[in-house]
Every structure is written in C-alpha cells, then in structure tokens.
C-alpha cells in the first residue's frame, strides 16, 4: 500500500510538479483552493485555503491521520512596493504564506503527530534583501516562513518528537504562478522577471523534494538551498 502524502498547494507550478514526481512512489493528496489539471489526478483533491485554519484542519481530518509526510508549497506573490495602496497585496502574501505556514505546521503537529516529514518550499528571498522591485513583503514573508521553521523543528525536539523538518529554498523559478501573476498590482510596471539568466524550473524542485524523502531515517535535510548556476545571490 502507497504511503500518503499532502502537498498544499500543489494544483499548479511547483507543487504540481511535486505531486507529478510523486505520484508513481506515493499515494498523493493535493490540497489547494483551485482543482488540479487531469495529470495531477492520480492521487486526490480537497480544497483548501491555507489562510483558514479550519480548512487545513478538515484536511487532515479528511485523511484519518495516515499520513507520511506533509509539504508545503502555498505562496503567492505581487508588485506591493512600500505604498499604501499595496495594502491588500501586503495582507495577502502574508496570510498566504506565513500564516499559511502555521497553519499547515500547527495542524500537522496536532493531528498526525507521527509524520515522518514536513517539507516547506521557502525561497532564496529570505536570505538577503530582495532584488526584485515591488518584493519586499514577500521576502519578508519568506524570511518569517524560514524563522518558523527553525522554531518549529526545535519544539518538536523539545517535546521529543523525530518527525524530519526540511526548509527548501530555492533561487528564480521559471513556469510558475509566481512570474506569471506578479505585476497583476500594476501591470505598467511589468518586465522580464528572468531574462537574465536560465533559471529553474518546477521539476528541479521536485527532484530535491523526492531526494530528501529518499534520505535514511536516520538523516535530515534540515535547509537545502537550489539557486539556478548563474545567480549571484
């Protein structure tokens, strides 16, 4: 019998690709607020807005606890400079993906304390300022979402527990929702999000994902950063 795994946010970009990667091995669950394409149903869908803590916690609820590993790939991002106009794309990149995250996390622990592995896709945002114009509140929620993590996997041992706690983080992807609806704030302030270089693409990431399922039980990928060749930082 398929092991059961639960990818949050996994009906599009990288996610997707995960749930692609994974389902030969696995039994997965995409759990997002837009259904998946047909290629991703192999395994089984629930919606889900990881904003709302109810709506995680049904999910779990769903699958009766038999669970093997939990990954998190809800994010969204925006053109949401310093200005107050912004506002609503500021509150929307942080409840999605911080508040997203402790969502997932807190319900992970609460409803299948035995999961052997929580993988959290981050970005490389997070470790230093951003480059990008108008990215500011997205790295700053990146780099909350890297915090928590650290906090989380350090209860978890305080309390006991081994569940494998994995940050990835990763530099420019190509062919995701990120690149495609960042300027939707103001699209006069569109340009080329990765032309400077070849940058990743979704697959790359789900074979970090499987090669850190793939580890020995006794091995943790605590953080893996992936950055395309040719980027500086």
């Known amino acids: 019998m398929k092991k059961t795994i639960v990818i949050f946010g996994g009906s599009s970009g990288t996610g997707l690709a995960i749930i692609k990667a994974l389902s030969g091995a696995y039994h997965t669950v995409c759990a997002s607020r837009t259904e998946p394409p047909a290629e991703a149903k192999a395994g089984q869908w629930l919606s889900c807005d990881v904003r709302r803590s109810e709506a995680v916690n049904s999910v779990f609820n769903a ?4 669970i093997y590993a939990v990954i998190n790939c809800s994010a969204t991002g925006a053109y949401a400079p310093f200005s107050p106009e912004y506002h ?36 490389i945002a997070s470790r230093r300022p951003s480059p990008t114009p108008g990215n500011d ?12 993590q650290e906090d989380f996997r350090l209860r978890l041992r305080q309390e006991g527990a081994a569940m494998r706690v994995t940050l990835l983080t990763p530099g420019y992807i190509e062919g995701t929702r990120f690149g495609e609806t960042f300027y939707r704030s103001n699209p006069e302030m569109q340009e080329p999000l990765f032309a400077a270089f070849q940058s990743l693409v979704p697959d790359d990431i789900a074979q970090a994902v499987l090669w850190c399922l793939s580890r020995p039980s006794h091995v943790e990928v605590s953080e893996l950063v992936i950055r395309p060749r040719e980027q500086a930082c």
């Open 63 to 66: 699958l009766h606890g038999e």
């Open 137 to 148: 509140i997205y790295a700053a929620a990146k780099t909350a979402v890297s915090r928590l």
């Open 88 to 123: 609503a794309y500021w509150q929307e990149i942080v409840d999605t993906s911080v508040m997203g995250a402790v969502n997932v996390m807190s319900a992970t622990c609460k409803y299948v304390p035995q999961c052997e592995h929580l993988i959290t896709i981050g970005s």
